[in-house]
């Protein structure tokens, strides 16, 4: 405060009128006496903000000490933490290994744990001179010079005033809140220690990151041997025949503090990712993806950059879903189909199965008319050819962004390098080697007649797996036969009434239970047919182990969907002649409106009881864990009675690991999303909708997850989302061909078509509406004679198909309408089929896989690093020349 005061009176002093007065010499004397306290001032002022500043990073430095983030000595900087029992009994293995890490360069140290005496911890820490030695061995690119962009002043001049008139995004996070992340700004090269110099090393300790740092000593960790052997070596192994029972990175310390983020700033990236991104306060945020990719890794970055992605996208089709529904429902009452039915008080409807069921009147099925009107409406055409195209555009902008995040995170080059051999490749095969072509050293190679073996059996495995889900889904339809003689008969009315509905109300519970059951089964079957194959890279194994999780589920959640769609009462037969199953049970039919309700409510069950369920285990499953494990340690009263304070390995040691496969189950919960979303989409418009929904809190679920109740996993690196972007694009293809025999055949859009074109009362008119469906429901039933049923009824019942009545010369044969209905039908199919695809084709022809900006970043870069590098190095030699006192010139020598 002082010091404003001072400055004040310097103005004060210069304006007045005694200033103007004075002498030239003692002005001048005065102006420099003036300007001698001005340069004490402000020297005190930038002393006090340095001490302030000193303080902050000392309190820092401390509090991460405290925190459990280094060596007892304060310095030391824990990179990863190993756990072991004291009393396991494998301690020779457990010290060769040590003895091993330590002559690689690693330094140790071992801490008992403060809750259970039988665990022990073991701290390792990576110094900078193993550091920069394992960065050049895998590398690892790193900063070395700011980035420099090419960019027209009238161009970016226009951008910047529109901005200023443009409200802010509230989506987007303040900057303020972020930190400034240099290394996602900067030119980066593979780091090599004879150029050090090249480099941006402020701080050596700051110089790797945390993440980065965690994959160097996880990589030697991998390659440590703990035996003699070939095979003998890695974590992994130590881990599986229980040398070590947990090897992971220690988080950045806490996820909350006593102290708001907004006026005392974050404690470490976890607290900051966990105020501005797990929160959920922060749902309608953009996600921080470059503080992302700094904690957990570019693997977890590209997961979470694709699940927003997908997010984003869903809103168009959401919306526009949104509106087929509502366009359904305000034109419900208005609808000529809806109308007949509901006003049909005098036709009798066939009886719907053999012993209990009782002559019904057309009308009774109103409301189901009106509900099937909702989905099944004159938008439904569109939506499905909307959806098609959304799928294209979706996997095409995606690669768009891909390209730009692996830019932005130095992926371009990464994916050249050479990948490691799974140890259990290694040890089945050690004895058979061939020189690999790229790095032309011998390895162990797998014989092909041993490879098509295994793989034969895996595929035999899979289609085994894949009949006993059919015959899951054949069970489930014995069930819906029974069922449904017994709720016609059910003593209750509003049962006995609606005992369709009841019907497959219980079938789709009954299928849920069995769907949940058999995915228990299948990730085990799938990971010993996997590991039966002996796949010879990581990749190469999560890439096999996915595509079998992905066929079991999908078959699973779907195989029950394709029979109503494409199945349910299209082999049912006539009145007096219905087919049965085993000469015993009555095939079912559809209901009187058509058997897009039973689609509509197989698809809205199983998708809100699965998304409900996969939300519960993904959050509520590790939150009771966690809470247990709490309880426990409170129950030993050691925490309680000395108020001792846990360490933060031994924090993240009570947390639960990340899921055995990594992003799989993530991925997969994604990916069977995006079918239910796009395969089925013309009979459930409002899967986008509810898929938006799920996706908007499964953002949050997963990051609260991934922040608050897991271990940190190992900062992976990755440079796509791997073999599922394959999967999409064959979903997308498959969505397609499904919606085209789903209008075509499920729903009664080509029925109405041609009774309007051909049969209806606007026959060669110019106009089509709801008008010139007058009549239709009629012409869609056919007559039957109730006396030939033989069960005491007389006259007629009608039915729905298009067939001769009883008294023509040919009884119940199908009528010329069925053939020109069918005929619709198949030109539908292959006329919806070929528009559709021309349209992807067309789309993904004009969208170019990368932004022509990034192209032009890219190149410049390039041409930017050669000379950067040029001058870096003249630089060094004109430095070390100087120091040796010769002459130098400025040109390379």
Not at 226 to 245: P, V
Not at 558 to 581: D, M
Not at 856 to 872: N, P
């Amino acid at each position: 405060m002082g010091r404003i005061w001072v400055l004040w009176s310097y103005f004060i002093l210069f304006h007045s009128n005694d200033f103007e007065i004075l002498s030239k010499r003692r002005k001048s004397c005065l102006f420099l006496l003036l300007l001698y306290i001005f340069i004490l001032q402000i020297r005190g002022l930038f002393y006090a903000l340095g001490n302030a500043v000193l303080h902050a990073v000392h309190d820092g430095a401390d509090a991460m000490a405290s925190s459990g983030l280094f060596f007892k000595d304060g310095k030391k900087r824990i990179d990863y933490i190993l756990v072991y029992k004291k009393s396991s009994p494998q301690v020779e293995k457990r010290s060769t290994f040590e003895k091993n890490l330590r002559a690689e360069g690693l330094m140790l140290e071992r801490e008992p744990a403060v809750t259970n005496s039988d665990i022990m911890f073991v701290k390792i820490h990576c110094p900078w001179e193993t550091l920069c030695k394992y960065a050049e061995r895998m590398n690892i690119r790193m900063p070395f010079r700011k980035k420099c962009y090419y960019t027209d002043w009238r161009s970016k001049t226009m951008g910047r005033l529109l901005k200023s008139w443009l409200p802010r995004n509230p989506m987007k996070l303040d900057k303020e809140a972020l930190p400034d992340l240099e290394e996602t700004d900067c030119y980066t090269a593979p780091f090599s220690r004879a150029r050090i110099h090249h480099f941006t090393i402020n701080n050596k300790d700051s110089f790797f990151s945390n993440s980065t740092r965690s994959r160097i000593v996880h990589h030697m960790l991998q390659r440590t041997k703990y035996e003699d052997g070939k095979s003998k070596m890695g974590i992994n192994r130590l881990l599986n025949n229980g040398t070590y029972e947990a090897a992971f990175p220690p988080h950045e310390g806490s996820h909350k503090s006593r102290h708001p983020i907004k006026t005392h700033g974050a404690q470490n990236h976890r607290h900051l990712l966990y105020e501005r991104w797990a929160r959920w306060g922060m749902w309608y945020k953009y996600q921080p993806l470059d503080l992302i990719r700094r904690y957990f890794g570019e693997k977890i970055g590209l997961y979470f950059a694709w699940l927003g992605w997908y997010t984003g996208m869903l809103i168009p089709a959401a919306l526009v879903g949104l509106f087929v529904f509502l366009y359904g429902l305000f034109t419900m009452d208005s609808s000529q189909v809806s109308k007949e039915i509901c006003e049909a008080n005098e036709t009798i409807m066939c009886p719907m199965c053999e012993r209990n069921c009782t002559l019904q009147k057309l009308n009774e099925s109103c409301i189901y008319a009106k509900v099937t009107h909702l989905f099944d409406n004159g938008g439904t055409v569109f939506f499905a050819i909307f959806m098609a195209i959304w799928a294209t555009v979706f996997l095409e902008f995606w690669k768009r962004r891909r390209a730009v995040l692996t830019y932005d995170w130095d992926l371009i080059d990464w994916e050249d390098e050479e990948e490691e051999l799974r140890p259990q490749f290694e040890a089945k095969y050690s004895q058979v080697e061939r020189v690999n072509p790229i790095t032309g050293k011998p390895e162990p190679f797998q014989p092909f007649p041993d490879k098509l073996s295994r793989l034969m059996v895996s595929v035999s495995g899979i289609f085994f797996m894949i009949s006993l889900v059919l015959t899951a889904v054949f069970a489930v339809v014995v069930y819906r036969l029974v069922a449904m003689e017994q709720f016609a008969s059910f003593k209750w009315y509003f049962i006995k009434k609606y005992w369709q509905f009841a019907t497959s109300g219980t079938g789709v519970c009954i299928n849920f239970m069995i769907i949940m059951s058999l995915n228990v089964v299948y990730e085990k079957v799938a990971y010993l047919l996997t590991d039966l194959e002996h796949p010879r890279t990581e990749s190469e194994w999560e890439n096999s182990f996915a595509l079998k999780m992905f066929l079991f589920q999908f078959v699973n959640l779907n195989s029950s969907i394709f029979y109503i769609a494409f199945f349910l009462g299209r082999f049912a037969g006539r009145p007096g002649k219905y087919n049965k199953l085993f000469n015993r049970w009555r095939l079912e039919e559809c209901h009187p409106s058509g058997c897009l309700i039973d689609l509509c409510l197989q698809m809205g069950v199983i998708m809100v009881l699965k998304q409900m369920w996969n939300n519960f285990m993904e959050l509520g499953y590790p939150l009771l864990q966690n809470w247990w494990s709490r309880r426990k340690m409170k129950r030993g009263g050691q925490l309680m009675e000395h108020k001792i304070s846990l360490p933060q390995w031994e924090k993240d040691w009570n947390l639960q690991p990340m899921n055995l496969h990594g992003l799989m189950d993530e991925y997969l919960e994604m990916v069977l999303q995006f079918g239910f979303t796009t395969i089925f989409v013309a009979a459930f418009p409002l899967a986008p909708l509810l898929a938006l929904l799920n996706n908007i809190i499964e953002i949050r679920l997963d990051a609260y997850k991934f922040v608050t109740q897991w271990r940190r996993p190992m900062p992976a690196r990755a440079t796509d989302i791997g073999i599922w972007y394959g999967i999409l694009e064959g979903i997308g293809v498959l969505a397609v061909i499904t919606n085209a025999f789903v209008i075509a055949i499920t729903s009664d859009y080509i029925p109405r078509f041609v009774y309007a074109y051909k049969y209806g009362p606007c026959t060669d008119q110019g106009y089509r509406q709801e008008k010139c469906l007058k009549g239709y429901v009629n012409s869609s039933l056919s007559v039957f004679d109730l006396s030939e049923l033989g069960m005491g009824y007389s006259g007629y019942c009608r039915y729905r198909d298009y067939r001769a009545p009883p008294w023509s010369s040919t009884p119940y044969e199908f009528t010329l309408q069925f053939w020109h209905v069918l005929a619709a039908r198949l030109a539908f199919i292959i006329v919806f089929e070929h528009l559709v695809f021309g349209i992807k084709s067309f789309i993904a022809y004009l969208i170019p896989d990368m932004p022509k900006d990034l192209c032009d970043r890219m190149r410049r870069e390039k041409y930017l690093v050669q000379e950067m590098m040029y001058e870096a190095e003249l630089e060094h030699l004109q430095r070390e020349r100087k120091k040796n006192g010769k002459q130098y010139h400025h040109e390379w020598p």
